[in-house]
């Protein structure tokens, strides 16, 4: 008997054509379109001469149902139809039909033109915004749609992924128009819904009403169901009664700091009372411990003065502790080659450093979001290796020994979280540095794929195959950092549109219960170490235990790929991100690895013939790679690889760096260059003495990377989420 437990704690009500089962973690509450211009006087919806009292009943069971599923922990998402100002996303069908009509007196006004609620159906004005009593919350989803379904050129599908929903509880206006459209598409795209009889209501009578929910739970099912709201209230009411006890316990003791990090844990404890300050001085104390542990993990600090400051700023802006953006009060740290205004960016190379005028997209975004920074942690020179042993700030070590590498070149970061000083960490992943460095240190490392955050304002090591990365506690806290930072950004010349190829989400299968992972052959896992290669093999029988298919596949893509990073020509763009003649001018000043490194590229002389050569099977390993994670019965979902083949004493690597750091790579180089996603997840300890055949008490960590095709991030999150939490159930 599996103890794997994939989420699916699911609930039942009544509906027709029978009753609707869903599995509360993958379930999301859609609201469409309750906004003032198709529900109030003087709106669009008035102006075209719908029926006002008709559309209006649903408003107050609406609004039942949304703090229903609030308090239930749903995820919620709201739409809004409407276009922009220049009116350049409306479709000429939209402003012409009705009004061309013969003997129209209706349609006088139509979208984009001036009514009294502002511009009719336009973003930005007051008509177009949600009603008062429904407004969003912070955190929750609003989807901007232009059409009257929900997905047509919008972002929701890939929102609704990324949360890894599977079915849609739906209501909104109107319901023979964008509530009927909705679910049609949802269905399309493989989406379960259930539609809302009294939360959806439209323009026309009871009769209209009726037939249109008929024709969607018509022939057994055949676009979705149709349920009441009553008993659903029902099976809702119990989970939002042990959450609301919960907040308003009277805080005659202020709640106590239990030091658990994790985003939802600390989220929760906020709700309930938790002083920021608190968990502040609790960190500044454990940080202060951890220098004399380890003295290598930052390169700057912020004061524990400043920090009490931003926090006791943070909760006064944030009074209303029901309505706390997602981040609110969540510590973190960055890699010290992001910029943050007013500090100092050191690439651990003095020669580089320099104060940032203004702060990395990323930074931006997560502090905008409520968190709250701590500082700059140590890395490997020019983000150059994956060993953690390459800066002038000292050499951090293995949160589990003070002999073994952190791993590089995300060093600091990694242990930063490790050791449990912040809940995230912000890092880069060009080679393997967010992935190395967290599965050296018991935590989650993400590399979502390349180009979907934006990574201006960081320094490049190889810009062509940068990419953000995440260091984080949990696979969960990842998947919510990458929905907050996922973005399309223009000035980003990497960045990659956001709407994503659309493949359609198994409600049941894929994502809930049975998936295909591949593994290297015996031959490239023959570089491992032996306790690597055992606690490989156990992963392997663990994931087949959680209904993993072990499916074989074509490796030589992924190794081929790998050779290309550090063999071929691509290294040559480390050095084409520094200034001209920075090598000659700064060589006293580099690492001495580091300058060897560089010294080795200058002197392969490689030439553009070479470099085009490699591009070109660059194009080619990625597009077999991309076969290997095709929409097809032959793809498999995931590629399944030891993070790294062993783990390296400090010792070790000083005797012989530029080896060793190599080695670390092999199952890390190829993710970047063939755009690909990956996430290192923890998969347990084993004995230190098991590797070192000598005496020892301690552990060290093992972990895996679960890496699949280009902007497959939200499949493959959630595979590792669920191996994540098959493994703890089964530790516990
Ligand atoms: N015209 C009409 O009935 N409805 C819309 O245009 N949009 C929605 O239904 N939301």
Redesign the pocket.
Known sequence: MSSFNNGTDSLTFDAKPYAFTFPLKHTALLV??MQRD?LLEKGF?EI?G?NLEAVQASIAPTKKLLEACRGAGMTVVHTR?GHKPDMSDCPSSKLVRQAAAPNNTQHKLVIGEKGELGRLLVRGEYGHDIIDELQPLPGEVVIDKPG?GSFWNTEILHKLKARAITHLIVS???T????ATSIREANDRGLECCGIEEATS??NDACFKKSTLDMIHWSQGLFGFIGTLQPLLDILAPLAVSSRNAESTPPQTPPIFDGDLTIPSLQQAYRNGLSLVTVAEALYDKIEAYQKTDPAVWIHLESRDNVISAAKALAAKYSDRKALPPLFGIPFSVKDSIDVAGLQTTTACPPLAHVASTSAVVYDRVVSEGALFIGKTNLDQLATGLTGCRSPWGIPHSVYHKDYISGGSSSGNAVSVGAGLVSFSLATDTAGSGRVPPGFNGVVGYKPTRGTISFRGVTPACLSLDCIALTTCTVSDARTLWQILEDFDSSDPYSKPTLAFERHVNSIGAQAKSFKFGIPPPEALAICSLPARRMFNETVAKLQKMGGLLTSFDWSPFQKAGQLLYDGTFVSERLASLPDDFLEKNRSALHPVILELMDAVVARQSTAVQAYRDLQAKALYTRQAAQVFAYAASGIDVLVVPTAPTHWTIKEVLADPIKKNSILGEFTHCGNVLDLCGAAVPAGTYPVSELSGKEDEGVLPFSVTFLSGSRLDAEMLEIARRFEEAFKAEAC
């Open positions: 469409i379109d198709f919806g075209q719908g139809e009257k909104g206006v109107t023979e128009c964008c509530f439209g323009y």
